[in-house]
């Protein structure tokens, strides 16, 4: 039986987010205003299983799913919101599982920093898929285990505070999230990622 490491569901998607996410995904497209559930299982290959309920069940779209050496991986998303919950629904019920079985949210690292050198923001840019860092803004980082939890907590910083979404990664042994701005914005957005993040009940891994 696949152990639930992350069942993460975003109520509504934001436009960079969506951007950033179909940038790269190698399903169906999401765009701004969908609903969205993020998957995580181990062992990995479970999530093929999971994928097949959920979609065979509701008119849900596969952005993507990744099986890795370990953990598997999948975001599923809609206009409509209760297709959505359906589907996480059906997958809670095949795993015999309640929402709050999942493994709560664990912060490894969370920095700002200040005032960006142009030269490191010129070296993030090159490996990033989303906005630009600009020399002098303020850049926050996150890393959050399990991976999938990146994705709600892109998404909230996005839709209350005024920041630039540099790059996210939602999978494998940990999550990462970029985000860049001015100071206050920044400071804004990493006590709304906390907040989110503490929020999510689950067990402890």
């Not at 960006?116 to 010129?122: L, T």
């Not at 839709?159 to 790059?167: F, Q, Y």
Request: net charge negative; with cysteine; aromatic share 6%.
């Amino acid at each position: 039986m696949a152990e639930l490491r992350a069942y993460c569901h975003l109520d509504r998607m934001q436009p960079q987010f969506a951007s950033l996410f179909s940038s790269s995904c190698r399903g169906f497209l999401a765009v701004e205003g969908m609903a969205s559930l993020f998957i995580e299982v181990v062992p990995g290959i479970e999530i093929n299983r999971l994928a097949d309920i959920s979609l065979k069940a509701t008119n849900s779209k596969p952005g993507e799913m990744i099986v890795e050496r370990r953990y598997g991986m999948l975001e599923i998303h809609s206009f409509d919101r209760e297709e959505i919950l359906h589907a996480g629904q059906m997958i809670l019920n095949e795993l015999g599982l309640k929402e709050e079985e999942r493994l709560s949210p664990r912060i490894l690292s969370a920095s700002v920093i200040n005032r960006i050198d142009p030269y490191q923001a010129v070296i993030i840019n090159r490996n990033s898929r989303g906005m630009l860092i600009l020399g002098g803004d303020d850049v926050y980082l996150l890393e959050v285990t399990p991976a999938a939890y990146s994705s709600i907590a892109a998404n909230e910083a996005e839709k209350h505070c005024n920041v630039r979404l540099v790059d996210i990664r939602f999978y494998g042994a940990a999550g990462r999230l970029y985000l860049a701005g001015n100071e206050s914005e920044i400071q804004m957005a990493g006590q709304k990622i906390t907040a989110t993040l503490n929020g999510i009940n689950g067990r402890k891994e």
